[in-house]
């Protein structure tokens, strides 16, 4: 198998960090959360595609082993078109939403965690625990999750044409 390469045209989609459907909006909220995250030393990973075909916005990693969902809503109407966020609550322990500051939060379910964000960073303004992952499930997230990465990592390292 062979990876393509820096001539080979490779985009940020092609590699995972972006797909093309994200709005500025939506990508300056995801490098806010992204920020605050790592300040927490939590890594997180966009765009991950979970065992029931749905995409995580951004799925993250703490240290301790939890796994969060962050799902990205650029604006109201984004959130009002969406129905399918349900879905990802049998996949973490944490579930969060993150919008900018001036999203009308009211419309936001108060069992979900919150996350007001910019370019610039985030803040977690109501935290959101789930059912505990059974151990199977978490084990096969773990295993996704470090493949993905791993995946991303090295069509990271062809596109740059560094060896």
């Known amino acids: 198998m062979t990876l393509p390469t820096q001539q080979d045209g490779l985009s940020d989609a092609d590699i995972g960090l972006a797909d093309g459907r994200q709005s500025s909006a939506a990508l300056a909220?995801?490098?806010?959360?992204?920020?605050?995250?790592?300040?927490?030393n939590i890594a997180c990973l966009p765009e991950v595609a979970l065992p029931n075909h749905r995409r995580a916005d951004l799925m993250a990693l703490t240290d301790k082993g939890e796994i969060w969902i962050i799902e990205i809503k650029s604006g109201l109407a984004d959130f009002q078109a969406d129905d399918k966020w349900p879905d990802y609550l049998p996949y973490c322990d944490r579930f969060y939403f993150a919008v900018a500051p001036d999203f009308p939060t009211d419309v936001l379910p108060e069992n979900s965690g919150l996350i007001f964000a910019d370019s610039y960073g985030a803040e977690i303004m109501r935290d959101n625990k789930q059912e505990k992952l059974a151990a199977a499930r978490r084990n096969l997230l773990l295993r996704r999750m470090a493949r993905i990465g791993g995946f991303r990592w090295a069509r990271l390292m062809e596109k740059s044409g560094k060896n």
């Not at 909220?29 to 927490?40: D, K, P």
């Open 29 to 40: 909220i995801q490098r806010g959360v992204t920020r605050l995250l790592a300040q927490f």
